[in-house]
């Protein structure tokens, strides 16, 4: 296999052409092999295959930085950056991040997992770069999907000030500007040809060549050029921000883009080049589905199809919502391109005019959804917990402090396992809990989550109903109050007291398992309505120790609440809080919740003590 003598961008820039696409098919066979027994974002990689290659043969990584937008799409630059040997260990614990990471690689020189970012980023490497007198390049790539993220914009808008720079536009499928029409693709076909590049150079060179006046004539030159593509071509929103642009280009082309990437290094100014891919490219399963192949957590690769599993959290809001919407034509659904993910598809399909996907831009869908509350509709925004984070002054500014009936509907809140830090909804509760006039509800069962659901929209006030990542357990619904108890032992010596919610609830029932057969009675009451508390103080009041577990940060949490009320109210119990301190790796969700003291066995410990 090529694949094999390679193991740094140095091996890639020395292989012979005719080797470049035997050396795609193998990492494209490797990259099904890895998604399929791990999961991960398969789609999207087969989509970049080329383009990273083209990349590591133009640029000298790590010296020239590549930054991945959102980067759930380099794990092809992983395997060319001295990685390879490690990736059947990708999104496992210990093993290799599902996106750059500054601290597993010098070739990954910024972290991400959300969207927008790469441009900015880049532009901030660009500025040190001047200010240090360094020549390094920095590529920013990023898909046309990101593009339609706010930040992206307004890094554009200061991209123009700096040198060797270049933003890789990865289009694959939507269309970017009405200007990049025929005529403009027929200029860049020449512009990017071989020949072209040949005869610009000649030209260059025999200008030069001419005494006295060489510059001069060097300097007419691109005068005219630039002159008759303004005059034969609307310029497209790049060119008017006062970048150089390149495209569109093959981005299955190697050798196309090779030139044209060279083109642009050597262009010493901020240029953006324009490559069309095609999302699953080389599985078929994946071409013909590239949204269900995004991300996926593993698959069987002869058939691409994946074992069924039970009703998720997010099909049941869906399926919810949209029976809800039957009866009420006030209700829209609002999303930040995530109709599929968070289970709004059957909504979209039955309510069309109702349905409001605004692409990657949360901010955006946030305060959208408060100018539809205030248009008199019931706005509900499906967002995944850790994406709601950009969303967060919006929430306090045009939401809750103007009292709108907007709904969140905040998915993946907890722990999410393999995707690791930059998408484990850890902070939604020590952000909510701050903010004036919002309601928040924390289901566990499919009952609860309908019931919570309605509630929310039967408000006059913001309210969020949040829910983890993944199937709905078996389990007794309460669906009358904002809580439920369970005793283990005689109610009249308890005396220790787990509070819990949501995603929790599974580890803390076995903890007063363990610790009951231990010797220890214990009351486990499991919050539904997490904002305001619910009034438990007559559950509480004798207790001499209280634990609460929840999958959420310490600080600002809702074992804090818990502790401020019992100060509150004067309660005499000691309260331990338990929850994540930092930021929690990527890996196996048990193991996770070991590391943050939140699995059955830590707690039972705390309980016992």
């Known amino acids: ?46 989509g970049a295959v080329e383009l990273t290659i083209a990349l590591h043969r133009v640029f000298d990584c790590p010296e020239d930085r ?41 070739a990954d020189p910024f972290g991400s997992g959300h969207s927008s970012t790469s441009i900015s980023a880049a532009a901030g490497f660009a500025a040190a770069d001047k200010i240090a007198g360094r020549k390094n390049i920095t590529v920013a790539v990023i898909g046309d999907g990101a593009l339609t993220g706010g930040m992206a914009y307004e890094a554009l808008n200061n991209c123009a000030l700096y040198d060797n720079m270049v933003i890789i536009l ?34 260059y060179k025999a200008f030069m060549a001419v005494p006295g006046i060489g510059k001069g004539l060097v300097n007419m030159a691109v005068g005219f050029k630039n002159w008759a593509k303004r ?22 082309n190697i ?64 399926d919810t919502l949209t029976r809800l919407a039957y009866m009420d034509k006030r209700i829209c659904a609002v999303t930040a391109a ?51 984070q950009r969303a967060y002054d919006q929430l306090i500014h045009d939401v809750a402090l103007q009292n709108l009936p907007v709904v969140i509907a905040l998915d993946r809140a907890g722990i999410v396992g393999s995707d690791g830090p930059t998408h484990h909804g850890m902070f939604d509760m020590a952000y909510l809990n701050s903010i004036p006039n919002v309601t928040v509800w924390s289901p ?13 929209l039967d408000l006059d006030s913001p309210s969020v109903v949040r829910y983890p990542r993944g199937n709905v357990p078996e389990g007794k619904s309460v669906s009358d109050i904002d809580y439920a108890v369970t005793d283990f032992g005689q109610s009249e010596f308890i005396y220790t007291v787990l509070i819990t919610t949501g995603s929790e609830t599974a580890e803390a029932y076995r ?19 997490v904002k305001p508390l619910p009034d438990i103080t007559h559950l509480i009041k004798n207790a001499r120790v209280i634990v609460t577990a929840e999958e959420g940060m310490k600080k600002g949490g809702l074992g804090e609440s818990i502790a401020a009320m019992c100060a509150q109210k004067q309660l005499r119990a000691r309260v331990t809080v338990c929850g994540a301190d930092d930021f929690l790796p990527h890996g196996d969700t048990d193991v996770l919740r070991s590391i943050a003291g939140i699995d059955s066995t830590s707690l039972a410990q705390k309980l016992c003590e």
């Open 231 to 252: 005059h034969l071509v609307h310029e497209n929103l790049f060119e008017q921000m006062g970048m150089h642009y390149f495209g569109p280009l093959d981005g299955h």
């Open 66 to 106: 590549i930054i991945f937008d959102v980067s759930h799409q380099s794990y092809v630059h992983k395997m060319l950056t001295g990685r390879r040997q490690f990736m059947h260990t990708l999104r496992k614990y210990g093993g290799l991040s599902g996106f750059q990471k500054r601290s597993e690689s010098k």
């Open 338 to 388: 995530m109709e599929y993910g968070t289970g709004l598809a059957p909504f979209a399909k039955a309510f069309p005019e109702r349905f409001f996907d605004v692409g990657i831009a949360e901010e955006h869908a946030m305060t959208f959804s408060a100018g539809l509350a205030a248009g008199g509709m019931k706005p509900v925004f499906a967002v995944y917990s850790t994406f709601s």
């Open 255 to 318: 050798s196309a883009m090779e030139d044209v990437l060279r083109e642009a290094r050597e262009d010493g100014k901020c240029s953006v080049v324009h490559v069309c891919t095609k999302k699953g490219n080389g599985y078929a399963p994946s071409e013909k589905n590239p949204a269900f192949f995004h991300g996926v957590s593993g698959f069987d690769r002869e058939t691409g199809t994946v074992k069924e599993g039970g009703k998720s959290y997010s099909s049941v809001f869906g």
């Open 444 to 456: 566990y069962t499919e009952t609860e989550l309908k019931v919570c659901l309605k509630r929310a």
């Open 170 to 203: 990865n289009d694959n499928g939507m269309s970017i500007s009405p200007n990049v029409g025929a005529t403009s693709k027929l200029l860049s076909r020449i512009r990017v040809s071989k020949k072209y590049f040949g005869f610009k150079r000649f030209v």
């Open 1 to 46: 296999m090529i694949l094999e003598t390679v193991f740094s961008p140095a091996d890639v820039k020395k292989l012979p052409p005719e080797q470049l696409k035997i050396l795609a098919a193998e990492i494209r066979s490797e990259l099904i092999n890895v998604t399929a027994a791990n999961g991960g974002h398969l789609a999207s990689n087969l």
């Open 511 to 529: 903890a007063c398992e363990i610790a009951h057969a231990n010797g220890t009675n214990v009351r486990l009451i499991r919050l539904i309505r």
